[in-house]
């Protein structure tokens, strides 16, 4: 629960380089930035493929159990519509490529060790104006990279469209704070999904960083939901942050009891979904192929570690709603239409993605527009 008075909003809608020549009417540019928000999440849909290829053509390869970017090697799991994950590559990180503060050597992988990025220098400050800062120069680097990368090209567009599309929703206005610069992180993250994907040296460390936001600001907001105040919620915004930093920096090897582990976490969303069915109705649920599956969070969660461990976060928020009845629908559905739109790469369709990837804050959206706002 938020302090007393009006939750902060944010009321810029970011920097220059991301947005430029805005229209001054937003209506007139719906239909051209959504035509634009088609073909990048078409490119997207094609670079699946090409990666699907790639591994089925077995390239590459790796000694250990599991590759540099968390995700584990297992030959026989498939996950369907998408790809049979081989061996992947090892790659060699190109320092320049990243926005690297702390190194690390030892038990780290030469891609997860440069994804720290020294949140204790400012812990004393508001985490959201770090957090916000901090994702800020995450686009803007990507913008940088761009330029000198052309493996990077209409990346800085995509941030600038997904942002975009924020603002036709008023998303800078309604939104907290709080939820606005999580949107805000998850726009630089979607950008740059299929770039990992295809070719993690490149920009991991911006990946997993605007990640770690999503995820620290998702344990706050449970401790949020659960009633305790502002000042305990910065607390556990920077310690969770900084506990997220040493987990992605080492990603470990799994137990072999991996597939059970992961089949509990599938069951357990198997369970949010049924839930929700029962509280709120079918026709409140994500209408997407995807969401008929019963298996996708199971597999996913066999192949990568971000998964697995945004999945914690986002379990503690579901389970802390609980505590307010006017806070749990939105919540709950906003968890949903946000997994969907993960477990949905590569086996929906371009304009169920589109969907996909603002329905999870609308949910959140529509809450503070109704009269009777509550925080949540």
């Not at 942002?163 to 008023?170: K, T, Y």
């Amino acid at each position: 629960m938020m302090e007393e008075g009006t939750p902060s909003k944010a009321k810029t809608s970011g920097s220059e380089s991301y947005v430029a020549g805005k229209s001054s009417s937003k209506e007139d540019n719906i239909t051209n930035k959504t035509t634009i928000l088609y073909v990048i999440i078409g490119v997207l849909s094609v670079a699946v493929v090409v990666l699907a290829v790639l591994l089925a053509l077995g390239v590459g390869g790796s000694d250990d159990d599991y590759d540099s970017i968390g995700r584990e090697i297992h030959p026989d799991v498939d996950v369907p519509g998408v790809f049979t994950l081989s061996p992947s590559i090892s790659p060699t990180l190109s320092p320049t490529l990243l926005p690297t503060t702390t190194a690390t050597t030892g038990g780290t992988n030469n891609i997860t060790s440069n994804c720290q990025d020294n949140a204790t220098e400012s812990e004393l400050g508001d985490y959201l104006v770090y957090a916000r800062d901090s994702i800020e120069s995450l686009g803007a680097t990507v913008c940088e990279l761009e330029t000198q990368n052309p493996s990077l090209s209409g990346s800085c567009e995509a941030i600038a469209q997904l942002r975009a599309g924020g603002e036709i929703r008023d998303y800078n206005e309604i939104l907290p704070e709080y939820f606005y610069v999580n949107f805000l992180g998850m726009t630089v993250a979607y950008a740059m999904t299929n770039i990992v994907l295809t070719d993690p040296t490149l920009v991991y460390g911006i990946f997993i960083t605007a990640l770690r936001h999503h995820r620290a600001l998702t344990y706050g907001n449970a401790l949020r939901l659960q009633g305790w105040p502002e000042d305990v919620v910065q607390t556990a915004y920077w310690n969770h942050h900084k506990n997220l930093e040493a987990e992605d920096a080492s990603v470990p090897p799994t137990g072999d009891g991996l597939g059970e582990y992961c089949a509990y976490i599938n069951t357990e969303y198997e369970q949010l979904k049924q839930y929700a069915r029962n509280k709120f109705g079918e026709e409140q649920l994500p209408l997407v192929s995807s969401f008929d599956s019963t298996e996708l969070l199971g597999t996913w969660c066999q192949l990568l570690y971000i998964v697995r461990n945004d999945w914690e976060s986002h379990r503690r928020e579901v389970v802390s709603s609980l505590m307010s009845n006017t806070c749990s629908r939105p919540i709950i559905l906003y968890t949903l239409w946000h997994w969907e739109a993960v477990l949905g790469v590569g086996t929906i369709s371009g304009e169920e993605s589109l969907s996909l990837l603002f329905e999870s804050f609308d949910v959140i959206a529509e809450t503070y527009t109704s009269p009777d706002a509550f925080p949540c």
